[in-house]
Structures are given as structure tokens and as C-alpha cells.
Nanobody, 125 residues
């Protein structure tokens, strides 16, 4: 079974930075692509970023391109560095992974099998 635990959320002023972490456990999770998603109040959950199992390929939503960076360290930990934050980035951020889907598929709308509990990011204006 795969478990995902996010951390690093908080309150930050517009223009500031935060780094989210996602610690994954599970025997084969190091071979899975991983992604970050977010859900703002009153809105549907949306894709933010994804990374291949090797870390060699990354994908981003247009709204965060150039400001957010996804990376992975030791294969089972994934990070989301968020710079130049905007009030519209306020949301609960979820880490997710899937046994069968590539990072490209996660970016393309496939719903992952496994989700973390989420971490709140609030950006004040």
C-alpha cells in the first residue's frame, strides 16, 4: 500500500515562497510518477505539476509555469518549490501518485490512485 504525507504549507504574503514536501512510503513507489494537485474553495481540483519516476521529465500547469518547480530526492520524496506566489495560488495542495500512469498522463487528466491528506497554502495580498 502507498501512503503519501505532505508538509510545508502555511501562510505567506504575495510574492513570497514556500516549499512543499511529500514523503511517500510503499515498496515500489520509487518507480511511480508523482504529481501535485490543488483545490481552491469552491473550485474543482486541478493539476499543478508532475514528475517522472526518474525525475527526468516534468510537466506544469500553465498557471504556475516559471514560478513553481517540482523535483524529487531519494526517489520517494517529492518537492514543490513555489516562488512569486499569488493570492490565486491559495488552495489545499495534494501530492498524488499512480501505479500505471506516466507523468505525462498525470498532467493530461488521469486521476491518480493514491492521494495524500493535503496541506493548506494561503497567500495574502
Amino acid at each position: 500500500q502507498v501512503q503519501l504525507v505532505e508538509s510545508g504549507g502555511g501562510l505567506v504574503q504575495a510574492g513570497g515562497s514556500l516549499r512543499l514536501s511529500c514523503a511517500a512510503s510503499g515498496r515500489t513507489v520509487s518507480t511511480y510518477a508523482m504529481g501535485w494537485f490543488r483545490q481552491a474553495p469552491g473550485k474543482e481540483r486541478e493539476f499543478v505539476a508532475a514528475i517522472s519516476w526518474s525525475g527526468g521529465r516534468t510537466y506544469y500547469a500553465d498557471s504556475v509555469k516559471g514560478r513553481f518547480t517540482i523535483s524529487r530526492d531519494n526517489i520517494k520524496t517529492v518537492y514543490l518549490q513555489m516562488n512569486s506566489l499569488k493570492p490565486e495560488d491559495t488552495a489545499v495542495y495534494y501530492c498524488a501518485t499512480d501505479r500505471r500512469s506516466s507523468a505525462a498522463l498525470l498532467a493530461g487528466g488521469v486521476q491518480p490512485d493514491y492521494w495524500g491528506q493535503g496541506t493548506q497554502v494561503t497567500v495574502s495580498s
